[in-house]
């Protein structure tokens, strides 16, 4: 994380902290840039009393803070303040202001509904789903759309809110009949393990929809339920309807539990170019159900140096070490897979098993309650926002 530092004479302990990346700003200088590369996030809060405060005590001349306030009373949108504040610092260049100007302006000329659901795109895009419900809740309470409702449920699907998911998802799908909504409500029941109801409600589906998504669905759905065959024909048809590499993946993965003689991943050369990280786990994986684990932990061992986005190779690769009771070397590998935030848990779950494997009940016991309480105050915090 960035940390702004001050250049200004007047210096402070306690910095400002913007909730929503968590950065940390130190001086007026630090405060002025992180709002030109985030105005709107910064534009949301310019009026708080935080904020105000914050302006107040890093300001080398009070007449920029009298000036901020009187802008503050002015009945202009929100962006509009803060540009003038980022005038005042005399901290930004006037060609960089002025592109932003014109950026506001447009933003600004948006319907108020249109600003809300793009607002709340973007926070989904960004995985900040209880922001995202916020701005379509928001956006709902001036006009019904049911493509809104639709995102709104699923953006309690990504926050496991299945109830009120489903409410949601069922509620958009009576006004509008989408493949989409179609396909999020087959994902919840997946999730929910309703398998048998999904597949009903694909097969149905197909008969008027012969779509590559559903048939990509109902593999996942067949693989799930551990019936390989024919979860492999149904990502076959899917491929044959449009041949993305996330299918071709699901082909060669199913080919492996089903006959891992087969020389499918040796086939599938030109995927290693494309997606080197699932080649080398599909080859890792290969190498296991022929009992090769040592030529798989050298594949790994070999892939982590190789590869940019490495976190998932270390995780698969810490597990083999465990399994091979290569207890140091399992540690190292996990210590580098837990610089990825989205494997956190599964990291966790995995530095417990192997301080178990290790005769260290002590830790592995503190791993899982450390898993226990994250899960506990992340839906603390989603039904307190």
Same mark, same amino acid.
């Given at each position: 994380?960035?940390?702004?530092?001050?250049?200004?004479?007047?210096?402070?302990?306690?910095?400002?902290?913007?909730?929503?990346?968590?950065?940390?700003?130190?001086?007026?200088?630090?405060?002025?840039?992180?709002?030109?590369?985030?105005?709107?996030?910064?534009?949301?809060?310019?009026?708080?009393?935080?904020?105000?405060?914050?302006?107040?005590?890093?300001?080398?001349?009070?007449?920029?803070?009298?000036?901020?306030?009187?802008?503050?009373?002015?009945?202009?949108?929100?962006?509009?303040?803060?540009?003038?504040?980022?005038?005042?610092?005399?901290?930004?260049?006037?060609?960089?202001?002025?592109?932003?100007?014109?950026?506001?302006?447009?933003?600004?000329?948006?319907?108020?509904?249109?600003?809300?659901?793009?607002?709340?795109?973007?926070?989904?895009?960004?995985?900040?789903?209880?922001?995202?419900?916020?701005?379509?809740?928001?956006?709902?309470?001036?006009?019904?759309?049911?493509?809104?409702?639709?995102?709104?449920?699923?953006?309690?699907?990504?926050?496991?809110?299945?109830?009120?998911?489903?409410?949601?998802?069922?509620?958009?799908?009576?006004?509008?009949?989408?493949?989409?909504?179609?396909?999020? =409500?087959?994902? +919840? !029941? $997946?999730?929910?393990?309703?398998? *048998? @109801?999904?597949? &009903?409600? =694909?097969?149905? +589906? !197909? $008969?008027?929809?012969?779509?590559? *998504? @559903?048939?990509? &669905?109902?593999?996942?759905?067949?693989?799930?339920?551990?019936?390989?065959?024919?979860?492999?024909?149904?990502?076959?048809?899917?491929?044959?309807?449009?041949?993305?590499?996330?299918?071709?993946?699901?082909?060669?993965?199913?080919?492996?539990?089903?006959?891992?003689?087969?020389?499918?991943?040796?086939?599938?050369?030109?995927?290693?170019?494309?997606?080197?990280?699932?080649?080398?786990?599909?080859?890792?994986?290969?190498?296991?159900?022929?009992?090769?684990?040592?030529?798989?932990?050298?594949?790994?061992?070999?892939?982590?140096?190789?590869?940019?986005?490495?976190?998932?190779?270390?995780?698969?690769?810490?597990?083999?070490?465990?399994?091979?009771?290569?207890?140091?070397?399992?540690?190292?590998?996990?210590?580098?897979?837990?610089?990825?935030?989205?494997?956190?848990?599964?990291?966790?779950?995995?530095?417990?098993?192997?301080?178990?494997?290790?005769?260290?009940?002590?830790?592995?016991?503190?791993?899982?309650?450390?898993?226990?309480?994250?899960?506990?105050?992340?839906?603390?915090?989603?039904?307190?926002?």
């Amino acid at each position: 994380m960035k940390v702004y530092k001050s250049i200004s004479i007047r210096q402070i302990q306690q910095p400002y902290v913007f909730k929503e990346t968590s950065q940390r700003v130190y001086s007026l200088e630090g405060l002025i840039c992180y709002c030109y590369h985030h105005w709107m996030e910064a534009a949301d809060i310019v009026d708080t009393k935080e904020f105000v405060r914050f302006i107040s005590d890093v300001s080398l001349q009070n007449d920029l803070y009298i000036e901020f306030t009187r802008i503050l009373e002015y009945n202009i949108p929100n962006s509009f303040k803060l540009l003038r504040l980022l005038e005042l610092s005399a901290c930004m260049d006037v060609t960089h202001l002025n592109d932003l100007k014109k950026e506001i302006q447009k933003w600004e000329e948006k319907p108020l509904i249109l600003k809300l659901k793009l607002r709340g795109d973007m926070a989904f895009r960004q995985k900040k789903y209880v922001k995202a419900l916020e701005f379509y809740k928001q956006a709902q309470s001036h006009i019904y759309d049911p493509i809104v409702e639709h995102n709104i449920g699923v953006s309690y699907l990504q926050l496991y809110f299945f109830q009120e998911a489903e409410v949601a998802l069922n509620k958009a799908l009576e006004e509008c009949d989408k493949l989409e909504i179609h396909l999020n =409500i087959i994902r +919840l !029941l $997946k999730m929910t393990n309703r398998e *048998d @109801l999904a597949l &009903e409600k =694909i097969n149905k +589906l !197909l $008969k008027t929809n012969f779509e590559a *998504d @559903l048939l990509y &669905e109902c593999g996942l759905i067949y693989q799930i339920k551990n019936e390989y065959n024919k979860a492999l024909d149904a990502f076959s048809n899917a491929y044959k309807l449009d041949n993305r590499d996330d299918i071709l993946v699901k082909i060669i993965e199913m080919t492996i539990e089903i006959n891992p003689s087969s020389l499918v991943i040796e086939e599938a050369i030109d995927l290693q170019q494309r997606r080197q990280e699932d080649y080398v786990m599909l080859k890792s994986m290969w190498y296991i159900k022929l009992n090769k684990s040592s030529e798989a932990i050298d594949l790994l061992e070999n892939a982590v140096i190789s590869c940019q986005n490495n976190s998932k190779l270390y995780l698969h690769l810490a597990k083999l070490y465990r399994q091979e009771k290569q207890i140091i070397k399992a540690i190292g590998a996990i210590s580098n897979a837990a610089r990825n935030e989205e494997l956190k848990d599964e990291i966790l779950y995995e530095m417990a098993l192997i301080a178990k494997r290790a005769g260290n009940r002590v830790d592995y016991e503190a791993k899982i309650n450390e898993l226990v309480k994250i899960w506990k105050d992340d839906v603390r915090q989603r039904f307190t926002e």
